[in-house]
């Protein structure tokens, strides 16, 4: 079972700062990383910047698309107006099919906003205190949805055309 957890920091340096923990713990074998994505906002920006971590992304990873219409939704979707916003609600329905829901996507819009920045990453068999434990030196607030396999399945035969 895959989990996406999103661990939000108080700047806009602090998800990039907070990659080497990230792939400390994945030397250590205390998490695996499927995929990963960073979201950072500039005070005073418009909108958020996003990236996906190549380096960091598994075999299995999901890719630009699925980082672009998540990030789409959470961040771009309020500002669109209402014809997009009916499109954007079938992709909204589409996702919570796979355990991202309405709830979860409000959440991190709610949280992530100008200052501050967000790790995104899809993971399987976390050491979660351990993990917790590295995160507590840069301040990070955790948000998370676990997918079961069966949504996990669902969002890889979508995104990557694996089953």
Do not use: C
């Amino acid at each position: 079972m895959a989990t996406l957890t999103v661990w939000k920091f108080p700047t806009a340096q602090g998800a990039e700062e907070a990659k080497e923990t990230l792939q400390r713990l994945q030397k250590e074998e205390l998490i695996q990383i499927h995929d990963a994505a960073i979201v950072y906002w500039q005070e005073g920006a418009k909108k958020p910047k996003t990236r996906q971590l190549h380096n960091m992304a598994g075999a299995g990873a999901l890719g630009g698309a699925f980082w672009g219409m998540l990030f789409g939704l959470i961040f771009f979707v309020p500002l669109l107006g209402a014809a997009i916003g009916a499109a954007a609600g079938a992709l909204a329905g589409s996702l919570s099919d796979v355990g991202i829901d309405d709830d979860f996507i409000a959440s991190v819009r709610s949280k992530v906003t100008p200052g501050t920045s967000a790790l995104f990453v899809m993971t399987s068999g976390a050491v979660m205190d351990k993990v917790e434990e590295a995160f507590k030196g840069h301040h990070a607030e955790l948000l998370k949805t676990n997918l079961s396999g069966e949504q996990e399945a669902k969002l890889r035969e979508v995104f990557t055309g694996d089953e």
